[in-house]
Nanobody, 123 residues
Framework: QVQLVESGGGLVQAGGSLRLSCAGS????????MGWFRQAHGKEREFVAA????????SYADSVQGRFIISRDNAKSTVYLQMNSLKPEDTAVYYC????????????????WGQGTQVTVSS
């Protein structure tokens, strides 16, 4: 049974930083593209960042480029999202997702999803 468990969310002031983690189990982690998405209240889920299985290719949404960094540790079956210079508009529930065959990383068509972790940025 595949499980993705996010952690690291919380309340932070604007300009601060948080690091999210997503631990995977029940899957050959290094074979999976891992993505981070977020969903603000009343809005659609949107792409944030993604990384390929070996960790040498990444993609970011324009809104987080230069502020967020995605990385992974396959030995720990964990993907991270380092979030810096946070803004109130970054407030959302953040989800990690996993897929072996997805080509368009920005879509929500990943096979597996975590339960989400809340990030709240106060002004």
């Amino acid at each position: 049974q595949v499980q993705l468990v996010e952690s690291g969310g919380g309340l932070v002031q604007a300009g601060g930083s948080l690091r999210l983690s997503c631990a995977g189990s029940g899957l050959p982690f290094s074979n999976y593209v891992m993505g981070w998405f977020r969903q603000a209240h009343g809005k659609e889920r949107e792409f944030v960042a993604a990384i390929n299985g070996s960790g040498d290719r990444t993609s970011y949404a324009d809104s987080v480029q230069g502020r967020f960094i995605i990385s992974r540790d396959n030995a720990k079956s964990t993907v991270y999202l380092q979030m810096n210079s946070l803004k109130p508009e970054d407030t959302a529930v953040y989800y990690c997702a996993a897929d072996t065959r997805i080509r368009r990383w920005t879509t929500t068509r990943y096979d597996y999803w975590g339960q989400g972790t809340q990030v709240t940025v106060s002004s």
